[in-house]
C-alpha cells in the first residue's frame, strides 16, 4: 500500500511572517511531494512494502540510499508540519515544560540550545527535540533526511519536535540569514502538538 502525502491543515499563507506563502507551496507541493512518490517508487515490490514509516526507519539498511533519503523526506516533512500552527508559539507546559526545565534549565536555555543546533548544522539537514523512554529529552541535528530513528545517526529516541534547514526551506524569504528563519519557527510552533507526541513517546 502506497504513502500518501497528508493533507496540510492550514493554508499556506497561514504561517504568514514566519514562513511565506511562496515557500510553503514549492516545500510541500514540490519537495515533499517528490520525496512521497520517490519513497513508493522505491519500496514498490520489496519486503518493505506495507511496512509503516517508522518501522522502516528504524530498521533501515543505511546504505539504501533510496529510501534513507526519500523515506526521511516523507517522515520528517510529515512530522514539520504537524508541529507548526498558525496559532503556535508561545511555550510548552505541563509534563513537556518540566522535561525541558531538567534538561536544560529553562525554557530560554533550550531555545538557545536547539537554535545553536538547527544554526551549526553544516549545509542542508535538521535540528531535533527527542524524547527517551522514561521521558528525558535530548537536542540534537541530523545531514540530509537523516533522523534520530534510523540506525546510528545520534540522538536516538523519538523526534517530537523537528526544523528543516534546508535552503529551500527558507531561502525564498530569508536568503542567508538562516538564524532569522530559526527565531521566526519559535512563533509557529504547536506546543499542544508536541506535548502529545511528548506523552506518547515517553
Known amino acids: 500500500m502506497a ?10 499563507d497561514a504561517l504568514e511572517p514566519s514562513i ?15 520525496y512521497t512518490k520517490k519513497l513508493n517508487n522505491a519500496i514498490d515490490g520489496t519486503d518493505l512494502d506495507g511496512k509503516n514509516i517508522e518501522n522502516i526507519l528504524m530498521n533501515l539498511d543505511m546504505s539504501n540510499s533510496a529510501v534513507r533519503n526519500n523515506g526521511g523526506g516523507f517522515y520528517n516533512h510529515n512530522l514539520f508540519w504537524e508541529v507548526m500552527s498558525p496559532n503556535g508559539g508561545g511555550k510548552p507546559t505541563g509534563d513537556l515544560a518540566a522535561a525541558i526545565d531538567d534538561k536544560f534549565g529553562s525554557f ?18 535538521w535540528a531535533w527535540l527527542c524524547v527517551h523512554e522514561g521521558g528525558k529529552v535530548e537536542i ?42 530559526i527565531n521566526a ?13 511528548y506523552a506518547k513517546a515517553k
Open 3 to 12: 504513502f500518501e502525502q497528508p493533507k496540510l491543515k492550514y493554508a499556506f
Open 140 to 181: 540534537c541535528s541530523t545531514p540530509n533526511q537523516d533522523n534520530p530513528l534510523m540506525p546510528g545517526v545520534g540522538c536516538g529516541g523519538h523526534p517530537i519536535l523537528g526544523l528543516d534547514v534546508w535552503e529551500h526551506a527558507y531561502y525564498l524569504k530569508y536568503q542567508n540569514k538562516r538564524p532569522d528563519y
Open 20 to 34: 511565506d506563502k511562496e515557500t510553503m507551496e514549492v516545500h510541500y507541493g514540490k519537495h515533499h511531494a517528490g
Open 108 to 125: 530560554e536555555a533550550f531555545k538557545e540550545e536547539f537554535a545553536k543546533a538547527a544554526a551549526g548544522q553544516f549545509g542542508s539537514g
Open 185 to 197: 519557527f519559535f512563533d509557529v510552533i504547536n506546543w499542544e502538538e508536541v506535548s502529545a507526541k
